[in-house]
C-alpha cells in the first residue's frame, strides 16, 4: 500500500516557473489524505514559493524546499541546513565573475537579491512567488544562507561549468532544470529530506511514490520504489526512474494519482 507520495513541481507538476498549480491538485491532495496517503512538495523553490503555490493545503502537507535543505510540516518549519558562511562567500564570488548570471541568496527568511534587474525581481516574486528581499549587497547579510540559486535564462549547465568544478567536492551542486544551478551544503538533497520524513513516520522505501524530471530528484526518487519519471524527464532521470508518467503538460503526475482514489 503506498503511504507517502513525493513530487518536484516545476517539470513535473508545472512548467518551470508556472506560478499557478491545476486547483485539481489540491482536491486529489485532499483525497489521497483520506485514504492514508500524506503528500510530499520536494522542489527547488525555498519554502514561501511552495507555501503560496499549495496554500489551499500548505496545512495538509510536507514540504521539502530549497532541495531538501528546509523541511516543513503543516505550515511551520522542521528544520533547515544552512552553508558555511564562508564558503558562501567564496561562491557568490565566484558567481559574480560572470556578468552574465544573476543570483538569489535564500535565507531562512526570506530570499535576498542584489541585482539591479527589475524584470528578474519581478518574476520572481510574481513568478514564482518568491519572497524576494531586495538588498544592497548579499555578502553584507548576517542571516545564514540555506541555498545559493545561480540563474541564466538558459544554457545554465554551461554557463557554470567552472563554478562546478571549483566547489562539487566543498558544496552540493545541483541543476533544476536550464535555468538554475543550486548550491547547498555538501549533504543536502531531496532524498536525504524525504528519507527524514519516511523514518518519522515509519514509512518504508516499498510504500512511497515519488515523481521528478531533473538531476536534483534523482536522490529523491531512489528513495520511492514507485519511482516515476515524467516523458519531459532529463534522459539520466528516466534512467533513474522504475516507472514514466506522462509530460508535465499533459498531467502525467496527476492520472497516476487519480489511479490511486
Given at each position: 500500500?503506498?503511504?507517502?507520495?513525493?513530487?518536484?513541481?516545476?517539470?513535473?507538476?508545472?512548467?518551470?516557473?508556472?506560478?499557478?498549480?491545476?486547483?485539481?491538485?489540491?482536491?486529489?491532495?485532499?483525497?489521497?489524505?483520506?485514504?492514508?496517503?500524506?503528500?510530499?512538495?520536494?522542489?527547488?523553490?525555498?519554502?514561501?514559493?511552495?507555501?503560496?503555490?499549495?496554500?489551499?493545503?500548505?496545512?495538509?502537507?510536507?514540504?521539502?524546499?530549497?532541495?531538501?535543505?528546509?523541511?516543513?510540516?503543516?505550515?511551520?518549519?522542521?528544520?533547515?541546513?544552512?552553508?558555511?558562511r564562508?564558503?558562501?562567500?567564496?561562491?557568490?564570488?565566484?558567481?559574480?565573475?560572470?556578468?552574465?548570471?544573476?543570483?538569489?541568496?535564500?535565507?531562512?527568511?526570506?530570499?535576498?537579491?542584489?541585482?539591479?534587474?527589475?524584470?528578474?525581481?519581478?518574476?520572481?516574486?510574481?513568478?514564482?512567488?518568491?519572497?524576494v528581499?531586495?538588498?544592497?549587497?548579499?555578502?553584507?547579510?548576517?542571516?545564514?544562507?540555506?541555498?545559493?540559486?545561480?540563474?541564466k535564462?538558459?544554457?545554465?549547465?554551461?554557463?557554470?561549468?567552472?563554478?562546478?568544478?571549483e566547489?562539487?567536492?566543498q558544496?552540493?551542486?545541483?541543476?533544476?532544470?536550464?535555468m538554475?544551478?543550486?548550491?547547498?551544503?555538501?549533504?543536502?538533497?531531496?532524498?536525504?529530506?524525504?528519507?527524514?520524513?519516511?523514518?518519522?513516520?515509519?514509512?518504508?522505501?516499498?510504500?512511497?511514490?515519488?515523481?521528478?524530471?531533473?538531476?536534483?530528484?534523482?536522490?529523491?526518487?531512489?528513495?520511492?520504489?514507485y519511482?516515476?519519471?515524467?516523458?519531459?524527464?532529463?534522459?539520466?532521470?528516466?534512467?533513474?526512474?522504475?516507472?514514466?508518467?506522462?509530460?508535465?503538460?499533459?498531467?502525467?503526475?496527476?492520472?497516476?494519482?487519480k489511479?490511486?482514489?
Open positions: 500500500m503506498i503511504k507517502l507520495i513525493v513530487s518536484d513541481v516545476d517539470g513535473t507538476l508545472v512548467p518551470d516557473g508556472s506560478p499557478d498549480l491545476d486547483p485539481e491538485v489540491f482536491d486529489i491532495i485532499l483525497k489521497l489524505r483520506e485514504k492514508g496517503m500524506q503528500f510530499v512538495v520536494a522542489s527547488g523553490r525555498p519554502w514561501a514559493s511552495v507555501e503560496s503555490a499549495f496554500e489551499p493545503v500548505k496545512k495538509k502537507i510536507f514540504y521539502v524546499a530549497n532541495n531538501g535543505a528546509y523541511v516543513g510540516c503543516h505550515g511551520r518549519c522542521l528544520y533547515a541546513y544552512t552553508m558555511e564562508e564558503l558562501a562567500h567564496r561562491i557568490i564570488r565566484k558567481v559574480r565573475m560572470h556578468p552574465e548570471l544573476e543570483m538569489v541568496y535564500a535565507g531562512v527568511n526570506g530570499d535576498y537579491l542584489d541585482s539591479k534587474d527589475d524584470a528578474l525581481c519581478d518574476w520572481l516574486t510574481n513568478g514564482y512567488k518568491f519572497n528581499i531586495r538588498v544592497k549587497d548579499v555578502l553584507e547579510l548576517e542571516e545564514p544562507c540555506v541555498k545559493i540559486s545561480i540563474y535564462k538558459e544554457g545554465i549547465e554551461t554557463a557554470t561549468r567552472d563554478i562546478y568544478d566547489f562539487k567536492d558544496a552540493k551542486m545541483a541543476c533544476a532544470g536550464d538554475w544551478m543550486d548550491c547547498m551544503a555538501k549533504d543536502v538533497n531531496k532524498g536525504k529530506a524525504v528519507r527524514t520524513i519516511q523514518e518519522s513516520l515509519g514509512i518504508k522505501t516499498e510504500e512511497t511514490m515519488a515523481f521528478g524530471d531533473q538531476l536534483n530528484d534523482i536522490e529523491m526518487l531512489n528513495q520511492a520504489y519511482s516515476f519519471a515524467v516523458a519531459n524527464a532529463r534522459e539520466e532521470v528516466r534512467k533513474a526512474a522504475r516507472f514514466q508518467a506522462d509530460s508535465n503538460v499533459r498531467g502525467g503526475v496527476l492520472k497516476i494519482l489511479g490511486l482514489l
